[in-house]
């Protein structure tokens, strides 16, 4: 099956800062990656998502980029703030599963 | 619109125990996944329902069972419990599949204690 990692498990960034976290997938068949972001004790909240038939996707200040050749995908979040906090996890869908298989998590910490 | 809805919040069972965790699904949705999502881990999908049939399931015992009913809410069943089922279990809803994924959407989640 579908095995996801995902580096770093911890970052701290400074306020203003970038922050960019990397997932590599090993089923060439994968072809959605969302990512979602999860507070302490709160649900996964989707924050992007992409579709293998696409490279980059932006959304203010997060983008994602997918090298399917290389089977990874990377989330960049732009001019950190204190709100970006929480946990990050990447995931990958395998065509026709639509299910989701996810990376072990990313501590983000924006220090003010 | 509310979003999907997981109950009880929390729950403690002891070993050899049964538990049943309730999900009902966003509004529109039709397809309820389950996960399980163990401390400082990400989250591990256990099965998928649709059309009140299990679709997919994941690398989980039979002990795990679930059922979806007529109006898309569905349960989660497990049995025999082990100290190493206490964890986060998320449930995820998705729209009617018009592409070969859709964007899943979690509950808040039911925290399992067994002791």
């Known amino acids: 099956g579908e095995n996801v990692e995902q580096h770093p498990s911890t970052l701290s960034v400074q306020e203003g800062d970038s922050a960019v976290i990397k997932c590599t997938y090993s089923?060439?068949?994968?072809?959605?990656f969302p990512w979602y972001k999860q507070e302490l004790g709160k649900r996964p909240q989707l924050i992007i998502d992409?579709?293998?038939?696409?490279g980059e996707k932006k959304d203010q200040r997060i983008a994602v980029t997918l090298n399917k050749t290389a089977k990874h995908f990377s989330l960049h979040i732009t001019e950190t703030q204190p709100e970006d906090s929480a946990v990050y996890f990447c995931?990958?869908?395998?065509?026709?599963?639509?299910?989701?298989?996810f990376g072990t998590g990313t501590r983000l910490t924006v220090i003010p | 619109d509310a979003g999907v809805t997981q109950s009880p919040t929390h729950l403690i069972k002891t070993r050899g125990q049964q538990v049943t965790l309730r999900c009902s699904p966003k509004?529109?949705?039709?397809?309820v996944s389950w996960y399980q999502q163990a401390l400082g881990q990400g989250p591990q999908f256990i099965f998928q329902?649709?059309?009140?049939?299990?679709?997919q399931r994941g690398n989980f015992p039979d002990r795990f069972s679930g059922h979806q009913f007529p109006n898309y809410s569905s349960e989660l069943n497990v049995n025999a419990l082990l100290l190493g089922d206490s964890a986060l279990y998320l449930c995820?809803?998705?729209?009617?599949?018009?592409?070969?994924?859709?964007?899943?959407?979690f509950g808040p989640g039911t925290r399992l204690l067994v002791l």
């Open positions: 329902y649709y059309e009140e049939e299990e679709r």
């Open positions: 995931a990958a869908s395998p065509a026709g599963a639509n299910n989701l298989f």
């Open positions: 509004s529109g949705h039709d397809t």
């Open positions: 995820a809803s998705s729209p009617p599949l018009r592409r070969s994924q859709e964007t899943q959407y």
């Open positions: 992409i579709r293998s038939n696409v």
């Open positions: 089923d060439s068949a994968s072809n959605y």
